[in-house]
């Protein structure tokens, strides 16, 4: 009990970095949600001294090496958001689920914004609007992984 | 639990950090490769979570191919049968135009074209956002990928191998907006350099003057120029042709022949003469080396 204790934070990542690959079919592929950066936002908001900055950089690292894409693009984007969030905590703790929901989807925007940002700056390609598609339903997926989240801190008591 | 005030740098001292490092990490990055070698290591680093994400559609694959009935056995074994008998037939054909084709170029004293070693390799993963159109193989720097190799599918030209790991290596396909390539209309062999736009169905032949003669169906294939590709692959067919004379030059688009959007098992190719005479790997279970006899 002791090592799930320990290590529950890194393996949630971990897991949340394998459904953000997971092959899917091309349809589906534009609505895949956040998975990365709403379990982030999960442990940033209940555990701010433990996940924050420092964390997202180390994650946004790994997203590169996963994506193929230069190195730094995800770790600026997921730095940002998580900033931002950091930033907030006490406030955010206080809304209601569906409220930190929209809250959630605002990050994402800002996720996106930054990534095409970047990407856009490097190689000039033009934007389209289903590059939101995962901010809906990144929102639609949170009070799900929070609850989930929530239930596996309280039972292996993280702080 | 003291969460008010916090341990170690403050919070915008760590952004500020982790900021400068990540725009000091895309310009190493971009600018001067820096991480060309240590990408490897990195990819192998990573490579368990790419083989655990890859898990379900392999399990699916098992066990549809356990539950694959009588009669589609049959049926597909009918089909293979008859592709095998027309395929055969024109090999046959081919072999003859390959020797006439030697002798005439002897005449020419041109040198003839040397066949190539070519590897089945297997799709793991792909990676297709907007910004950048990639997938990874099950083939490494063990089986002797290599940087910038051309890699095909049953149909024609998929891209190039861009990174090479120790198991497996990530391709750029034609339709990424960062890749070129430079072909040749199959009817008149006028040269073009067909471009990705990021989306799977269409690649933009660049700067066509008005007056050229290109017409909607028109076969591209690669022109072994620029020495990535070798040459005469099918690479698109030439979709929509806008003539503008606002515009400085035409508007081409072309449609790759390739299906990207549902690959599955692909064709790595080696030049020859890069290597010595190859033996026929062994032919194991899921996946068949071959090896072309020319």
Not at chain 1, 18 to 34: A, C, G, K
Request: avoid cysteine.
């Amino acid at each position: 009990m002791l090592k799930v204790r320990h290590y529950s934070v890194i393996i949630s990542i971990l897991i949340a970095l394998v459904l953000q690959i997971i092959p899917l079919p091309i349809q589906v592929d534009i609505y895949r949600p956040d998975w990365v950066l709403i379990v982030l936002s999960y442990w940033t908001m209940a555990l701010p001294h433990r996940v924050n900055v420092g964390v997202a950089f180390m994650t946004g690292i790994a997203m590169d090496i996963l994506l193929g894409t230069a190195l730094g693009i995800h770790s600026i984007a997921l730095s940002l958001s998580v900033y931002t969030l950091t930033a907030n905590y006490q406030r955010l703790r206080n809304y209601s689920v569906w409220q930190q929901a929209i809250i959630i989807g605002v990050i994402s925007a800002l996720y996106h914004v930054v990534l095409f940002w970047v990407q856009h700056l490097l190689t000039g390609i033009p934007f389209q609007l289903s590059y939101l598609w995962p901010v809906v339903s990144s929102m639609l997926l949170w009070p799900w992984i929070f609850w989930l989240l929530r239930k596996a801190r309280r039972q292996f008591s993280i702080n | 639990m003291d969460t008010i005030f916090t341990r170690g740098p403050s919070l915008n001292i760590r952004l500020i950090l982790a900021l400068v490092m990540s725009v000091a990490l895309i310009i190493a990055d971009t600018r001067f490769d820096m991480f060309q070698s240590s990408r490897v290591y990195m990819n192998s680093l990573m490579s368990p979570l790419q083989y655990l994400a890859n898990l379900p559609s392999v399990l699916l694959n098992v066990s549809a191919q356990r539950l694959t009935s009588h009669e589609d056995l049959v049926d597909e074994n009918q089909r293979l049968t008859n592709q095998v008998l027309l395929m055969s037939e024109r090999m046959q054909r081919f072999d003859v135009l390959q020797a006439e084709n030697d002798q005439l170029r002897a005449l020419l004293d041109t040198p003839s074209k040397p066949g190539m070693r070519k590897k089945v390799s297997e799709l793991m993963a792909v990676e297709t956002s907007p910004f950048s159109q990639q997938i990874v193989l099950n083939k490494g720097a063990l089986d002797d990928v290599y940087l910038s190799q051309s890699v095909l599918d049953d149909r024609g030209i998929v891209g190039q191998v861009s990174e090479v790991g120790t198991t497996n290596s990530r391709v750029i396909l034609i339709t990424d907006v960062t890749h070129a390539v430079p072909v040749r209309s199959v009817r008149n062999n006028i040269r073009f350099i067909a471009s990705g736009t990021g989306s799977l169905d269409e690649l933009l032949l660049e700067h066509v003057p008005h007056s050229v003669d290109v017409e909607v169906g028109d076969m591209l294939v690669t022109s072994g120029l620029g020495h990535v590709f070798p040459e005469g692959y099918p690479v698109a067919q030439v979709s929509k042709v806008t003539r503008d004379e606002s515009r400085p030059f035409a508007i081409v688009v072309a449609k790759p022949v390739a299906r990207l959007d549902r690959l599955r098992y692909l064709l790595l190719l080696w030049p020859e003469g890069t290597d010595d005479p190859q033996e026929i790997d062994a032919v194991t279970e899921d996946e068949a080396s071959v090896e072309d006899a020319n």
